[in-house]
């Protein structure tokens, strides 16, 4: 089973998002963009693994959990990555991670790493990939408009809840599975 560890985009992000992007579909209509439902903040990528340790991952995922705080992430705007040279995302990027959400991101390793999965080399850099570039031909259109978009607000990302999720990938994308869920302490209980 191919999994990962997500938190879910809350409303507001995503009806901003969804906003900023409808002239960018419009005039880049090559972009295989993502479906609003389907935008999630990547915690871990797990790979691929067996029924029996995504089981033992989806029972032990609220135990873990316990008593983590919620956070959240500031967006610093559209990105194309790894850059305009050579782009194959646009995502939706943040600013540097705050010390609870990092920390949150070190248990969700040490628990995928009881499962034999090995930990990511590089930094945690947090993302919404909103659609995918096959020909950088594809992104001149974003390379024009993107600047424009600078300076924009946009509301932060709650990171409220965990959710494992199975993903099976298909012609017409992803579908994923909710396997489980974790709800992290909420601020007020966090005194």
């Known amino acids: 089973m191919r999994l990962f560890l997500a938190a879910p985009v809350d409303r507001a992000l995503r009806e ?48 873990r959990l316990e008593g983590q705080p ?25 600013e540097p991670p705050p010390g609870d959400l990092l920390a949150l991101h070190r248990v969700l390793e040490a628990l995928a790493a009881g499962v034999g999965v090995l930990p990511e080399e590089r930094p945690f850099r947090p993302h919404l990939t909103l659609g995918r570039i096959r020909h950088p031909r594809d992104a001149r259109p974003l390379q024009a408009l993107l600047p424009a978009l600078e300076g924009e607000a946009w509301p932060a990302l709650p990171v409220e809840r965990v959710q494992l999720v199975h993903s099976v990938l298909g012609r017409a994308g992803p579908a994923y599975t909710l396997l489980a869920e974790a709800h992290l302490r909420p601020a007020l209980a966090q005194r």
Request: proline share 10%; aromatic share 6%.
């Open 16 to 63: 901003r998002a969804e906003a900023a992007l409808a002239p960018l579909r419009e005039r880049a209509p090559k972009v295989r963009w993502t479906p609003a439902s389907r935008w999630h903040l990547t915690l871990k990528f797990l790979g691929e693994l067996d029924r029996e340790k995504a089981e033992a991952l989806a029972s032990s995922l609220a135990a």
């Open 70 to 94: 919620t956070s959240s992430l500031t967006p610093s705007g559209l990105h194309l990555f790894p850059g305009p040279r050579r782009p194959r995302v646009v995502a939706l990027a943040f």
